[in-house]
C-alpha cells in the first residue's frame, strides 16, 4: 500500500458529481469559525465514552498473542499441550487450525497485505505466530507464555544504514522517478553554490493514547467489531473480504478514539483473529495490544535516507534541486514513504528530479504516519534549504520568500490557494524574526545561547466521497449521522457547527452521530481529508431537511405560511419565517412539522470527491505553512531545549478555532518529539525493538513543552467546498522538525543532518570547539 495512492484514490472515487458551489451562497454565519467547546468532552472526562476495549459482554473472553522471538525463518513446530492444559483456556490458534482468512484484493486497505498465520513464515520479530483465548486476560496471558514454538531463524536484517546497492535506475527494485523537469546534472555541475547531503530520519513508532484494540462480537450470522478505527467504513469493507462475508454481515464501531496518527487507518492483523476466535468459540472475544506490540505489530514510520542536492546561483536564484529517497519497509508490502510529497512544487525552480527506493528489512510493515512522506521529507528538503541560505549569505526566511512561486511547476498549474508567503511573513512578524542575528551563538540570554530556525510546510488538499442525514425532529432538536468518525481531532463537534449554521437550531440540541460503518458512507480521517469532504455533505443533508420544512410549511393547512412559495421562506434561529421578515417573527418549525404530523424533516446528502469536479483539474490544491523555534542551549551543563514555537498555517477556512488551535500545538509537541527524542531502535541481534516501551522510546512531556503560538490565516479555498475549508491533520507537523534542528544550527554551530538530535552530537561538538 502506497499512502499517496491512498489520498489519489480520495479524490477519486466518482461518486455522485460534485454539487456546484452555489454562487448565491450566504456566507456562513459566526458558528462557522467560533471557539466551540468539543460536544463530546463530558462524555471523555467523566468517562461515559467508551473507547474499544471498553465494550464487554456476557461470556466475553481475551485473545493474548504468541509473537515470534526471531526476526526471520520459519516456524517448525507449534506445541501448545502445556498451555491447553493451563485454567481457563479455550483455544489456541494458528497456521494449522485457523479459519480461512483471505487477502483483500480491492476496493479497500489493509496494512499487511495477508491475513494473520497464513503461512510459516516470519519476517519480522514480534509478528504473531498463534493467539491463545482464555476466560480472563490473565489466564490467556499466562497460556501465552506457555506455548512452545520451534523455529529454525535464517539471516536477517535490520540494518540502520540504507546505502545497500540497487538495481540502476529504472530496473525492477532500483530507483523510480517520481518527478523530473529540466536537466539537474548539468544544471546542479554549474551552479556556482552548491549544497549535496545526505538526511536521515528514524523509524518512529505511533503511540497515540489509546492502544489498538477489538471487541469481536460473532452472533451466529455476522460479525460486530469494536474497534479503533480511522476509517470505519475501509475497516469494514476489509474485513468483510478477509473474513470471506458480503459486506452487510461486517459491522464496524469506533464511536470514540484516542487519535491514532495514521496507525489506525488500515486493519491490522488482530481485527482478524478476534473475529475468527469469536466465531469459531460462540463468544465475544476481546484483543487488547500492549504498548509493547505496538512497537512491532501495527506499523511505524519508515527510516529515510535521502540525499538532496541544490544548485543556486549566487544571488539566490535556485536552478537545480534533485531528491534521491530511500526508505526501508517490510518483506510483507511495498511500502513507499513518499518523501518527495512536496518538493516539485514547494519552490520554484526549472530543473528538478525526484526519485525513489525501497530497501527491504525484517521489520513490521510500515504505515502512514502524520505527514507521511512530507514530513521526512521536508525535514531533508528544509534543512537543505536552511544549509543553502548559509552559503548564501541570505536570511533564511528572505530565501523562501523570494523561490515562492503561485504555480505549481510540476504540474504546470496556478495553486487554488497559495499563502506560504503569508506565512512566512505573519510567522517571522509573530516571532519577532527581524531581531534575528545570523552569527552562531551570537543571540545571548544570560548564560544561555538562543537558536532561531524555520522551516516551511506544505501537505496536499483534497476531498473524497461522503453520504450524511439529518433529521429536523419536532421537538426542535437535530440529529446528524455520517460512517466517518472523530479521532479526538474534532469531526463531532464541527459537524455540530455546519447544523447550526444553516438551521440556528443550537449546537447543544445537536446530536451527532459517527464511527458505525452501518451509517451512511463516510470519510477515512485520513490524509488531512475528513472535514473538506463531510463538509458539502453535511451541507447537501441539511439543506434538504430545511427544504422539507418550508415545503411543509407552505403546504400545510393550518401553517401560518400555508399558501406562500417555499422559497419565499427560511429557517433562520430554528424559526421558519418569510425572508424578507425578521427570524423572531417567525414560528419555531417543531410546530410547523408537528402540524403536519411528521415525527422530523428528513434530509440525506451527498458529495463526490474532488477529481469529479472538471475545475478541480485547473488547480493545484495544496495547504501550507511555516513553523519558527527557539532553542535554548545552555552550554554549561549542555542542556537543549525547544523553548517557543511560532506555527502560521494557510489550511483554508478554519470552521473551529479552538479544536484546530489545539490540533496544531498537538503537532508542535509531536515535532518537538520528532526533533529530540523519538527513534525507534531494533536490537541487530534479534531485529526486536528495543526500545517498545515509555521508559525507552522517549515521547515529550509537559516539563519539555514551549511557549506555543498557533495561528490560521483563515483564508478561504472554495476549490474544495462551500465553507473553503481544506484539513489540517498533518500541515501543523511537517516544518518542526528542520525548523528545530536550523534552530541547533544557529545556537550551536553543529549541524545535524539527522533527527533526533542527541545530546552526545553537541558534546563532542563543544569538546571540539
Ligand atoms: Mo494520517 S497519516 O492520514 O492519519
Not at 170 to 192: L, N, W, Y
Not at 251 to 263: A, K, P, Q, T, Y
Not at 677 to 694: A, I, L
Request: hydrophobic share 40%.
Amino acid at each position: 500500500m502506497i499512502f499517496e495512492e491512498f489520498v489519489e484514490f480520495i479524490g477519486s472515487q466518482e461518486g455522485a458529481p460534485p454539487k456546484p458551489i452555489p454562487a448565491d451562497a450566504p456566507p456562513p454565519s459566526a458558528i462557522i469559525g467560533a471557539a466551540v467547546p468539543r460536544i463530546d468532552g463530558p462524555l471523555k472526562t467523566t468517562g461515559t465514552a467508551r473507547y474499544a476495549s471498553d465494550y464487554n459482554f456476557p461470556g466475553l473472553v481475551y485473545a493474548v498473542p504468541v509473537r515470534a522471538t526471531i526476526a526471520s525463518g520459519k516456524i517448525l513446530r507449534i506445541d501448545s499441550t502445556a498451555a491447553k492444559a493451563m485454567p481457563g483456556v479455550c483455544l489456541v490458534m494458528h497456521h494449522g487450525n485457523i479459519m480461512p482468512l483471505y487477502r483483500n484484493a480491492s476496493g479497500g486497505r489493509n496494512s499487511e497485505n495477508r491475513p494473520a498465520f497464513e503461512d510459516e513464515t516470519v519476517y519480522y520479530w514480534g509478528q504473531y505466530v498463534a493467539a491463545v483465548v482464555a476466560e480472563t486476560f490473565q489466564q490467556a496471558q499466562a497460556a501465552a507464555g506457555a506455548v512452545r514454538v520451534e523455529y529454525e531463524p535464517a539471516k536477517f536484517s535490520v540494518d540502520t544504514s540504507l546505502s545497500d546497492s540497487l538495481p540502476a535506475e529504472g530496473q525492477p527494485g532500483g530507483p523510480s522517478i517520481m518527478s523530473q523537469r529540466g536537466d539537474t546534472d548539468a544544471a546542479f555541475a554549474s551552479a556556482p553554490v552548491k549544497v549535496d547531503e545526505v538526511y536521515i530520519t528514524p523509524v518512529e513508532t505511533h503511540n497515540p493514547m489509546e492502544m489498538h484494540a477489538t471487541v469481536a462480537v460473532w452472533d451466529g450470522k455476522k460479525y460486530t467489531l469494536y474497534e479503533s478505527s480511522q476509517g470505519v467504513m475501509n475497516h469494514q469493507n476489509v474485513m468483510a473480504q478477509v473474513l470471506g462475508e458480503p459486506r452487510e454481515n461486517v459491522e464496524v464501531v469506533s464511536r470514540f478514539i484516542g487519535s491514532g496518527f495514521g496507525g489506525k487507518l488500515f486493519p491490522w492483523p488482530h481485527s482478524a483473529i478476534a473475529a475468527a476466535a469469536s466465531r469459531k468459540l460462540n463468544r465475544p472475544v476481546k484483543f487488547t495490544l500492549s504498548r509493547k506490540m505496538m512497537f512491532a505489530n501495527s506499523g511505524h514510520r519508515p527510516r529515510t535516507q535521502q540525499r538532496i542536492r541544490l544548485g543556486a546561483t549566487l544571488d539566490g536564484k535556485l536552478v537545480s534541486l534533485q531528491q534521491d529517497y530511500r526508505n526501508h519497509t517490510s518483506y510483507v508490502d511495498d511500502v513507499r514513504e513518499n518523501c518527495g510529497e512536496a518538493t516539485p512544487f514547494l519552490y520554484s525552480t526549472k530543473n528538478l528530479k525526484v526519485t525513489s527506493a525501497l530497501v527491504r528489512r525484517n521489520v513490521g510493515t510500515p504505515s502512514p504516519m502524520r505527514g507521511p512522506g512530507a514530513v521526512p521529507g521536508l525535514f531533508a528538503l528544509e534543512s537543505a534549504m536552511d544549509e543553502l541560505a548559509i552559503k548564501l549569505k541570505m536570511d533564511p526566511v528572505q530565501l523562501r520568500l523570494s523561490l515562492d512561486t503561485l504555480v505549481d511547476e510540476e504540474k504546470n498549474k496556478p495553486f487554488s490557494s497559495r499563502h506560504l508567503k503569508e506565512c512566512l511573513q505573519v510567522g517571522a512578524e509573530k516571532f519577532g524574526w527581524a531581531r534575528r542575528t545570523p552569527e552562531v551563538g551570537s543571540m545571548r540570554q544570560g548564560d544561555l545561547v538562543l537558536g532561531w530556525g524555520v522551516a516551511a510546510a506544505s501537505w496536499g488538499a483534497n476531498r473524497g466521497v461522503c453520504d450524511a442525514s439529518v433529521n429536523l425532529w419536532c421537538d426542535g432538536k437535530a440529529r446528524v449521522s455520517c460512517g466517518t468518525q472523530d479521532i479526538g481531532t474534532g469531526s463531532y463537534t464541527v459537524i455540530a457547527q455546519i447544523i447550526t449554521d444553516k438551521t440556528g437550531i443550537p449546537v447543544r440540541d445537536v446530536e451527532v452521530v459517527l464511527g458505525s460503518s452501518s451509517l451512511p458512507p463516510g470519510p477515512t480521517s485520513g490524509g488531512s481529508t475528513a472535514t473538506s469532504t463531510f463538509v458539502p455533505a453535511v451541507i447537501d443533508a441539511v439543506n434538504a431537511a430545511v427544504k422539507v420544512v418550508l415545503t411543509v410549511a407552505s403546504t400545510t393547512k393550518g401553517s401560518p405560511f400555508a399558501g406562500k412559495n417555499a422559497n419565499s421562506l427560511a429557517l433562520t434561529a430554528g424559526r421558519v419565517h418569510e425572508k424578507d421578515q425578521p427570524a423572531a417573527g417567525g414560528v419555531p418549525y417543531g410546530e410547523i412539522i408537528r402540524m403536519a404530523n411528521l415525527a422530523s424533516a428528513n434530509g440525506d446528502g451527498k458529495s463526490g470527491g474532488l477529481g469529479a469536479d472538471p475545475k478541480s483539474h485547473d488547480y493545484s490544491t495544496h495547504s501550507f505553512g511555516a513553523q519558527f523555534v527557539e532553542v535554548e542551549w545552555d552550554p554549561g551543563i549542555a542542556r537543549l531545549r525547544v523553548s517557543r514555537v511560532v506555527s502560521v498555517v494557510d489550511g483554508g477556512r478554519i470552521i473551529n478555532q479552538r479544536t484546530a488551535t489545539n490540533q496544531m500545538a498537538g503537532a508542535i509537541v509531536m515535532g518537538v518529539g520528532m526533533g529530540l527524542f523519538e527513534e525507534t531502535v531494533y536490537d541487530p541481534r534479534n531485529g526486536h525493538p528495543v526500545n517498545d516501551n515509555f521508559a525507552d522510546y522517549i515521547v515529550p512531556t509537559i516539563a519539555d513543552m514551549p511557549q506555543i503560538d498557533v495561528h490560521f490565516l483563515d483564508i478561504p479555498d472554495f476549490l474544495l467546498n462551500e465553507y473553503g475549508t481544506r484539513g489540517i491533520g498533518e500541515i501543523g507537523l511537517a516544518g518542526v522538525a528542520p525548523a528545530i534542528t536550523a534552530a541547533v544550527y544557529h545556537a550551536t554551530g553543529v549541524r545535524l543532518r539527522q533527527v533526533p538530535v542527541k545530546i552526545e552530537d553537541l558534546l563532542r561538538a563543544q569538546q571540539t570547539a
